[in-house]
Nanobody, 118 residues
């Protein structure tokens, strides 16, 4: 069983920056898709960004140009650099690993809270 642990959340003022990290307890394979999701109070969980096996990235429109996802397979870690944060970025941020070999397996972290003050 692979475990994901997020860190780096906290309180930040609007316009500031945060860097989230997600470390896997086991090896991240190059074939894995890694993603960051978020869930604000009273809202559904939504995709923030993901990075695929070919290093292509995908961002939600709301964070495009402000957030950057990256991965370091050697360190079993995926990052989310958050710049120019806004109050509407306040949410619990979750890391997800999607692995497709014989079947599709999805792993989730427990989340880290990001609070952006205005």
């Amino acid at each position: 069983q692979l475990h994901l642990v997020e860190s780096g959340g906290g309180l930040v003022q609007a316009g500031g920056s945060l860097r989230l990290s997600c470390v896997a307890s086991g090896n991240i394979f190059s074939i894995d898709t890694m993603g960051w999701y978020r869930q604000a109070p009273g809202k559904q969980r939504e995709l923030v960004a993901d990075i695929r096996s070919d290093s292509s990235t995908n961002y939600a429109d709301s964070v495009q140009g402000r957030f950057t996802i990256s991965r370091d397979n050697a360190k079993n870690t995926v990052y989310l650099q958050m710049n120019s944060v806004k109050p509407e970025d306040t949410a619990v941020y979750y890391c997800r690993l999607l692995r497709t070999i014989a079947n599709v397996v999805s792993y989730w972290g427990k989340g880290t809270l990001v609070t952006v003050s205005s």
